[in-house]
Each structure stands twice: as C-alpha cells, then as structure tokens.
T-cell receptor, first 110, second 116 residues
Framework: DSGVTQTPKHLITATGQRVTLRCSPR?????VYWYQQSLDQGLQFLIQ???????AKGNILERFSAQQFPDLHSELNLSSLELGDSALYFC?????????FGSGTRLTVV | AQSVTQPDIHITVSEGASLELRCNYS??????LFWYVQSPGQGLQLLLK??????LVQGIKGFEAEFKRSQSSFNLRKPSVHWSDAAEYFC??????????????FGKGTLLTVNP
C-alpha cells in the first residue's frame, strides 16, 4: 500500500458517457497530480492541484476536469468519452521529495 | 524547460547479468533526479532519488544510480538482474527547490525484459 488510494480500480463504460475517478493522497501531502498512461502516448501529465487550487495543467482535454476538495481528496471527471480515452489513469501525491503513485484506475471505453 | 531522454525503449538482459539504463536530462541548473519502476498493471514506485552530495545514490531492490553533471546523465545500474526486475523504468527530473508548483518531468520509459 503506497498510501495513495484510487477508486475504482477498473471502469468499463460506453462512448459518450461521463465518469469520475477518485484519489486520496498520502497523509500530509498537499499536492495531487493526475496522469494518463496509454500504450501509444506513454505517461502524460494532466493536471496538478495544491491544497485545493489548480497549479499546473498539462495535456488535459477540455472534456476532462478535476478538482481537489477541502479534505484534499481529488476527483478527475471525464465526459463525452471516446474510445481513445481508454487508458490507465494514475494519481500521485508529493512534491520535491518525490511522488507517491496510486495503483491506478483502468478505464475501458466500449 | 526541463526534459528527460531515455534513449533505450526496450532492453533485454539475461538473469544474473549486469544492467545499466540510460537517462539524460536538460535543465538549467542541477536538478533533483529520480528513478521509478512500474510493474505490469501497477503504479510507479520510487527506486531512488538524487538531491545533492554524493553522486552515487543507492536505492531499493539493489539498484544504484550515478549523477554525472558533465554528461547531464543519471544512469541506473544493477550488478546482477533478477527475473523479478522485469518492468518499465522511468527517469524523472524536477527543479532543485520546493514550492507548491513543483512538477516532475518524466522520460518515456525503458522496458526491461529479463531472460532466464
């Protein structure tokens, strides 16, 4: 157990649908980072939150959004899903001392 | 902007052989450097990190890495590879300071296959 909790572990949904992925960071970490990993694109940084505020944006599509709540857990919302959104979605927490990754959510869009 | 290059997409070694995975970075100053390992279907796990001081750093699972400023490199090594080391390895670089905007940049990874 890395200390970063992601739910659900697996998600299968249809094109056009909307899903929410959840992440609880390691105790004491204020930053949450979201990544998408697919075979063709590799590990792609999506977005970072720090103590409830957005701090950095990467290759995040407009159909995707995220937020971090007062208890520091974060949610990644993916809408109007397409087949190409099928991937592993990782959450990490940490900072300059290193990141701790969760075990990921495997999203399959059918 | 910071960047990381892992020149080898895929490396195959025999069990018991030595291993070196290459990592080159681009950064204006001496960065913080990290190596992560990802087993199939798992999240990334931190193997080791370099902040400052001794340029040879030891990590978990018998891995070590050497920071070479002149070559902008941070190569990962292991003297004798075990079958369980088969995984994907990611090098990452970040600024040499903290802050709420801290963000690591990851390389594209090197997939390690271990032959019996």
């Amino acid at each position: 157990d890395s200390g970063v909790t992601q739910t659900p572990k697996h998600l299968i949904t249809a094109t056009g649908q909307r899903v929410t992925l959840r992440c609880s960071p390691r105790s004491g970490d204020l930053s949450v980072y979201w990544y998408q990993q697919s075979l063709d694109q590799g590990l792609q940084f999506l977005i970072q939150y720090y103590n409830g505020e957005e701090r950095a944006k990467g290759n995040i599509l407009e159909r995707f959004s995220a937020q971090q709540f007062p208890d520091l857990h974060s949610e990644l919302n993916l809408s109007s899903l397409e087949l190409g959104d099928s991937a592993l979605y990782f959450c990490a927490s940490g900072g300059y001392y290193g990141y701790t990754f969760g075990s990921g959510t495997r999203l399959t869009v059918v | 902007a910071q960047s990381v290059t892992q020149p080898d997409i895929h490396i195959t070694v025999s069990e018991g052989a030595s291993l070196e995975l290459r990592c080159n970075y681009s950064y204006g100053a001496t960065p913080y450097l990290f190596w992560y390992v990802q087993s199939p279907g798992q999240g990334l796990q931190l193997l080791l990190k370099y902040f400052s001081g001794d340029t040879l750093v030891q990590g978990i699972k018998g891995f070590e890495a050497e920071f070479k400023r002149s070559q902008s490199s941070f190569n990962l090594r292991k003297p004798s590879v075990h079958w369980s080391d088969a995984a994907e390895y990611f090098c990452a670089v970040g600024p040499n300071s903290g802050g709420s905007n801290y963000k690591l940049t990851f390389g594209k990874g090197t997939l390690l296959t271990v032959n019996p």
